[in-house]
């Protein structure tokens, strides 16, 4: 509610101060319709009530009608008295023009802001709807306006307009407009600016301006005022006392502040389209609504306003682009304008449509959303004067001509000839084959042949006649085809291999050239040839299409000779490394496994060798190269094959145990166990370099070969020499039970323990060395085997000591010295085994339980004691020893071993030594 201005007029006292009084001290919201006629019916001075109404402002209609309708009447009985006192006119006025606002402000609460909007059906809506009939009118609760009734009745009425249309209040604007269009109409345009531009036309069309066809201005909107004649204080006469008193109280005119242009005259039909054009560049600018511009066309077309039929059609289209066109994962780039779509030129356009389509949706997406722009195009040209019946087909194949190729055939599966004509996205097949020919030998692509063969299968098929008398069509067709695809400045060069068939079907350079080029990228690219085969398919197909084909027509070589195409292509394998390499291993190992002789000094052999040096070196060149002079050292050995028959090298290269090649040097020559590192490196040469087993067992044979000889210092030698490889071996590897590691070992151990019992030996220092060495590296189930030698040759050591200890004695020499301190060797070496005592033997059955186990050990005893260690059965022991000590026969061996083990059993129990 808003107060009172003032507490009571001053111009003339009144007659009644009772009721004044009344009047004055009740604030506006004690003001009842009783109360106002009590307070001012029993006033007699007129003027006074005129003036108290002005003053009271009142946000209830109904009382505020009551009091403005007291004024009006007071003021109607002193009509003629006030002409002459001019003076008192402004409050009249006022308490006029507030009763008008008064009435228009009542009808605007009448209205909600969607009545505009109900006035069309919902589009879901039935027309025949069987529940209308029954239904029960929607009963609508009035709606105050957006603005208080004491703000409308004292503000302009310009700025409850623009409140109004700012908060889309449509229908009560319409009532403003209609009531008061006298004082609104000069800022008609102002007002619809103030619409915001997201809201949508069909709710404010009545307010869109139209065009008179008949005088080609805008049409004045219908008026509805309160009073179709003017009231008595809107008389010339009143108006002119007014102006000679000085006062104009126009409270219908908006104030200074909202500094608005007024036109009232109508605009003519260009400035209404002018400001149309605006509007909807300021809807694309500020909200990105095409489909809210759009729709401002379509409303404007009814109104007969020109120039936006063109304006209409680019929206339609772009609004195509925006809502109809497949849109990508990301759309921050899609922020579309007028400006940007004017910009665009029309294969930039056909893009933007087919930027995010599928091969799947292409052929629908090309029909609904290119196909009608390209007819926008060509009607448009038509209009201006200028028909181009062909912009359809030549924008639609510029477009095929620059798309990958997955997505030109999904074109060209839409524009086979087997469809009816209307339905194929290209329908001359002249220009479908054109097409697809340039796209195939247009494209850079070199690994989706699956694609280019289904565009082949698109392709129409036509019946060609040769004619003697005239160039061959096909060769025509290559031609033509070659020089469409030629490079030029608007059409890059790329790698095309397609492409290159037809610019070189009639240049023997470019022929020349590709095929250096496939020869020698077959070598140095990424996919280069790794296998001879590869490089026998290339052969034949350099060849092949260095020929003519079964149609007549020539290969992409057909210009060079097979001659000038063999060259290129040993020109182009011999620049390659590993290609190379093959080739020379293939050609050496084939003059190899020919050749009669193994030494490499003449013949296939000397051929086979220096094949290795073409190429550069590397490990497998190496590898054959040492196999190659191993089998030339095998040869001057005079390794046989048979009676009479000298090894060949193919029998060396077919053996699969290289290791019984050195066996076979070793039986056949007497003194090549003495060339201990010319029997290695044969062995490393042979292919079992690194080989540390193979280098044990190699020794093993050297080893065995002496002792055979009875060479023992030699075997000696080599057997250190095996050990020390062997426990080099050992601690090299983090796993002692590898199977390498067992291999190794256990040639080692029986090799020293062959060595050390043979009873020719007489160095028994070093024997006990073997059989240490032997202890240290055989398995636990053999411990005993080796104890029983050990321990009889440590007896034979103490009983050769007392004999030179007892010829001392007698002032004779006595044998040769034994080793000191065997015996705690032999203790030391078997406490690393962890062979405590245990206290079972240490009873008095300790002697017949050590019997028992020397004799369930010597069931399974594998050695002969007697024997030496090459062979145990096949070669027959002399009588006597080199010593000329006399063998012991079988009863007299086992007897003797039963004691020796025995006493050593009883040895290691932990008894004393005697």
Known sequence: MIKSRSAAPSATQPRTMTSADGWTSRSDSELTVDNVHTSLDS????????????????????????SSTEATTEASLRRDALISHFNHLPADALILDRLDRLNTFVEMCEVSPEDVEDTESAPDAWEDDPWAESAQPETREAVEPPVALSVFLTDDLVRSAFLLASRQWFGALGIMFARHATHLWPYRIAVLDSIPEHAHPLSYRDFLPAVDTTTNLEKRS???PWRTSPDWSETLDVQAALAASGFTPDISLPSGDLHLDSRDDPLSSDELADWYKR??????????????????????APQSVPGLDEMGEELSLLARLVYDAPQGEDDSDDDWTLDRWYSMDPIAVVRAYLAHSTPETLAKDIWRLVMPYLFVLESRAERSGNPDPTIRARMLYEYILNVPLETAAAIFEASKPILPTAQRIVQNDEDMARLALACLYGSSSLDEWPTMNRIFECLPAW????????????????VSLGAFVTPSTTRPRVPAPLRWFLQSNSDVSEQRSWANRMARRAGGSEDKLNTLDDWEWLLEDMLKL????DSGLRGAFGLLSPDEVLQIFLSGLLSTGKALEDICLTCSRELYDNASSGNYTFGEMKLAYECLDVPPPSDRLLREKEFIEATSRLSSFNVMSGPGIAISPIEIRLTKDRLSLVSRVLSSNNDAY???????????????????????KTLAMLADTALQVEDFLRAYETSERMVETVLALRSSYMDVDSPEIQEASEVCWVACFQLGRQPEFEDVEKKLSLLGRAL????????HDVLVAWRRLENEDVEAREDRLSHRRDGKPGPRKAAPNAATSLRSRLQDF???????????????????????????????????GRSQASHPEPERSRSGSRRRDGDEISTQATRVFSKGIGWLIGADDE
Do not use: Y
Not at 48 to 63: E, G, H, P, S, Y
Not at 463 to 478: F, G, P, S
């Open 546 to 549: 260095s020929g003519t084909g």
């Open 776 to 783: 240290e590296l055989c398995p636990p189930e053999k411990l």
């Open 43 to 66: 006033i007699k001075d007129d003027l006074w009530v005129a003036a108290a109404c002005v003053d009271r402002i009142l946000d209830d209609a109904t009382v505020q009608r009551v």
């Open 834 to 868: 962890h062979m405590p005592s245990p206290p079972l033997l240490n009873t008095p059955d300790a002697a017949a339980l050590a019997s028992r186990t020397f004799r369930s050990v010597a069931a399974n005893f594998p050695f002969s004691v007697a024997s030496r």
């Open 222 to 224: 219908t008026s509805d």
């Open 463 to 478: 019946d060609i006649t040769r004619d003697d008398d005239q160039e061959d069509a096909a060769d025509t067709t290559v």
């Open 279 to 300: 509007r909807i560049q300021r809807i694309i600018s500020s909200t990105g609504l095409i489909d809210i511009a759009l729709a401002v066309v379509q409303h404007a």
């Open 674 to 696: 003495k060339h201990t590192e010319v029997i290695l490196d044969l062995v490393h040469k042979l292919g079992l370099r690194n080989n540390v087993v193979a280098e044990v």
